[in-house]
Nanobody, 130 residues
Framework: QVQLVESGGGSVQSGGSLRLSCAAS????????MSWFRQAPGKEREAVAT???????DYSDSAKGRFTISIDNAKNSLYLEMNSLQPEDTAMYYC????????????????????????WGQGTQVTVSS
């Protein structure tokens, strides 16, 4: 089985920065597409960014230019560097993943759709005050 554990959330003021981490353990296979999603109270869970083992990343419009997703394959870890945070970024942030049993270096764009991921972390709260 696979476990995803997020960390790094917290409370910051508008304009501040945070770095989220997600550690994957268990049967993580030969390759992965890993994603960050977020969900604000009363809203649908939405994609933030995704990245594959090969390093190619895709971002939602709300994340482009402010957030950077990265992956450390050796550590089975995913990161999200968030800059210029605004109150509307306040949400629970979730790590999600699709693991492959064979090498995969294609696009992970499809894993911006929450229906396509297989595993979820428990979430880490990000709160941005004005």
């Amino acid at each position: 089985q696979v476990q995803l554990v997020e960390s790094g959330g917290g409370s910051v003021q508008s304009g501040g920065s945070l770095r989220l981490s997600c550690a994957a353990s268990g049967n993580t296979g030969a390759a992965a597409c890993m994603s960050w999603f977020r969900q604000a109270p009363g809203k649908e869970r939405e994609a933030v960014a995704t990245i594959g083992t090969g390093g190619h990343a895709d971002y939602s419009d709300s994340a482009k230019g402010r957030f950077t997703i990265s992956i450390d394959n050796a550590k089975n870890s995913l990161y999200l560097e968030m800059n210029s945070l605004q109150p509307e970024d306040t949400a629970m942030y979730y790590c999600a993943a699709r693991f492959f049993s064979v090498a995969y270096r294609g696009s992970c764009y499809a894993y911006l759709d929450k229906a396509n991921v297989d595993y979820w972390g428990q979430g880490t709260q990000v709160t941005v005050s004005s």
